[in-house]
C-alpha cells in the first residue's frame, strides 16, 4: 500500500472517496496591515467623566478637553432654545456611555438635561 504526498493511503483516491485536504501555505500579511494593527493599538483611551449635576456648558468644554463630544437631549415637551441650553443641568446618571467606562477618544457622549427651573418671586 503506497502513500501520497500528503500521507494518505492510495486507496483513498477511489472514485467514492473525498478529495484529499487541500494544504495551502501560510499568507504574510502586507506591512500596511501591520501599520494599521500597531496603529491600532496606539488608540487612545479616554474614561467617560461624571458630569452629574453640571451645568451643560461646563459639562460640553469638559467633555471637549477629554477629547469627546457630548449631545445633550432635553425632555420632550420642554422647548429648549440657544438661550436657555446652557443654563440646563445634565441629568444625574444620565451619560451613556455610563462614567468609568473606558472609550476611544472622539466618542460620542449623549447626556440628558433637566428641564429649566423657573421661580417667580412675587412682591419684588
Known amino acids: 500500500m503506497a502513500t501520497t504526498a500528503f500521507g494518505m493511503d492510495r486507496e483513498l483516491f477511489a472514485e467514492d472517496a473525498p478529495a484529499p485536504p487541500r494544504v495551502e501555505a501560510l499568507v504574510t500579511p502586507p506591512r500596511a496591515f501591520d501599520d494599521a494593527l500597531i496603529q491600532a493599538d496606539e488608540v487612545e483611551l479616554v474614561r ?47 451619560i451613556t456611555p455610563a462614567p468609568g467606562t473606558e472609550v476611544l477618544a472622539g466618542t460620542e457622549l449623549t447626556a440628558r438635561s433637566e428641564p429649566l427651573e423657573v421661580r417667580v418671586v412675587l412682591g419684588y
Open 48 to 94: 467617560v467623566p461624571s458630569l452629574d449635576q453640571v451645568r451643560v456648558d461646563r459639562a460640553v468644554a469638559q467633555a471637549r478637553q477629554l477629547g469627546l463630544s457630548l449631545r445633550v437631549d432635553h425632555r420632550p415637551g420642554r422647548p429648549l432654545t440657544r438661550r436657555t441650553w446652557r443654563r440646563h443641568r445634565v441629568e444625574a446618571g444620565s
